[in-house]
DNA sequence: CATCCAGTATATA
DNA sequence: TATATACTGGATG
């Protein structure tokens, strides 16, 4: 596959932690990422964008505030993982199972796909997850319940985490 | 707590 | 194919 020009609409979602930017394809949800500076602006012309779109983003706006506010979103639109291994789909829906509050480890991860070695591929999967916060990556911790790192920022993790009053221990 | 080694998947050259 | 890397885990000092 070389190259295909897909039509990303990128779309700012406001919250209390600042602006989430969400990625849609024409399959779906395609990436969300963190807040990167203040976000000064908010354009959010929402022009040419599809009805299908601005369905699926109502669905992921509700979805990221209510795991901000340490709950299990209602509703996620399509995710559209196309890029992304075998071993990397199994590997985010078994993060799709962690209910809020509930925490597991890399290892846990790795033996519920059937890879109970696969430990550290696991935290590169979780690394290259494209939809944190919908795929709970933050709900993964190290042995002994430490908090490991966070590629999108060891920051969240903690906030996530103390959002769902999960206890982890300081490495 | 700091270091080192083990075993797996992915990215890049 | 070979090498480096990763949100690890376990053993060791």
């Excluded at 995710?79 to 071993?87: A, K, P, Y």
């Excluded at 935290?123 to 190290?142: F, I, K, S, T």
Aim: net charge positive; proline share 7%; charged share 20%.
């Amino acid at each position: 596959m070389s190259s295909a020009p897909q039509t990303m609409t990128r779309i700012p979602i406001e919250t209390t932690e600042g602006i989430f930017m969400a990625s849609y394809s024409d399959k779906g949800l395609c990436r969300l990422e963190f807040p990167s500076s203040k976000a000064p602006n908010v354009s959010s012309e929402t022009k040419g964008m599809s009805e299908s779109i601005s369905i699926w983003h109502g669905q992921t706006s509700q979805a990221v505030l209510a795991i901000l506010a340490g709950k299990a979103p209602e509703k996620l639109p399509p995710l559209d993982l196309r890029v992304g291994t075998d071993f990397q789909k199994r590997v985010w829906h078994a993060l799709c199972q962690i209910a809020p509050g509930e925490t597991r480890s890399y290892a846990e991860i790795a033996a519920t796909i059937g890879k109970p070695k696969a430990t550290r591929a696991v935290g590169g999967a979780c690394g290259a997850n494209p939809v944190p916060l919908l795929v709970p990556c933050h709900r993964v911790l190290a042995a002994n319940q430490k908090i490991g790192g966070f590629s999108g920022g060891l920051q969240w993790k903690r906030l996530l985490l103390g959002r769902e009053r999960s206890v982890f221990t300081m490495s």
